[in-house]
Every structure is written in C-alpha cells, then in structure tokens.
C-alpha cells in the first residue's frame, strides 16, 4: 500500500522544482495560445454568420426571428440526434411510448407513422326479403338496400 504525501518525507531538488514548475507553465502558455487561435476562428465565423443574418434583414427578416429560427432547427437536430443515438430495441419502445401518449408531434419528429385515425363506423346496409316466384317470401334469398 503506498503512503501518503503526509507522511512521506519529501526531497525537492532544484532541478526538480524547475522542471515541474516549468512543465506546468508551457502548457498554461499552449493552451493560452490555443485559446487565442480559437477565439480568432470563431470570432471569424461569427462574422460570417452576422452577414448572412444581416442578409435576411435586408430581405425583410428581422435577425431575432432568424436567429430563433436557427434556434428551432439547432434544437430539433440534437433531438434527432438522440433518437438515432438508442439501439433499434429501445427506438421502438419509445415509439410505443410516443404512440401511448398519442405525441404527434414526437412521432413526426422521429419518423414514426402517426396515430392510426379512428376506425370510421361501418355502413350498415339495410336488407329486405325479396319474395319468390310465388309471392311468398323466400328465407335465403336476400338484396342489400331493397334490391332484387
């Protein structure tokens, strides 16, 4: 079992020093620059991203509703993203549940058929008994809506 830092007597050497310290720093001074580099590739993203809202604006629509609309459609692809995300087994258990909660719009959003519509009644045809050839009426021969 290996002691603890507390009870271990601790032998720094300069040299050791050094090198941890030093070590520490040039990542803190990599990942300063990574950010740097980063920060200037998104800034030139969000530029571009700015001309095309500014773009609609000039055909009419406002940025606050593009940007909703971005919004919507970033939302609705992390969702599909989770669907798609299940095994096969578990997307058709939450297709059951989506079914159970008769969720239309959780079934469109995923692909799932929608919700069966309610079986129309069936048409009941009236029958009448047709008489024979002797003008009594027979019992098996029959015509749907009193025809003969």
């Known amino acids: ?33 990574a950010k740097g580099t980063y920060m200037q590739a998104a800034r030139s993203e969000r530029e571009g991203m700015q001309a095309i809202y500014e773009g609609m604006a000039a055909k009419g629509i406002p940025q606050k509703v593009a940007k909703i609309e971005i919004q919507i459609v970033r939302t609705l692809e992390r969702l599909k993203g989770l669907y798609s995300d299940l095994e096969a087994e578990d997307q058709k258990i939450l297709d059951k549940l989506a079914r159970a909660q008769a969720d239309a719009e959780q079934m469109s959003l995923f692909g799932i058929d929608a919700l069966p519509k309610k079986p129309k009644k069936a048409k009941v045809t009236k029958l009448s008994v047709v008489p024979n050839g002797n003008g009594e009426h027979g019992s098996d021969e029959f015509a749907a809506d009193g025809a003969a």
């Open 1 to 33: 079992m290996a002691k603890s830092a507390k009870t271990v007597e601790v032998e720094i050497t300069k040299r050791d020093a050094e090198a941890f310290v030093g070590g520490i720093l040039a990542h803190f001074e990599n990942i300063e620059s």
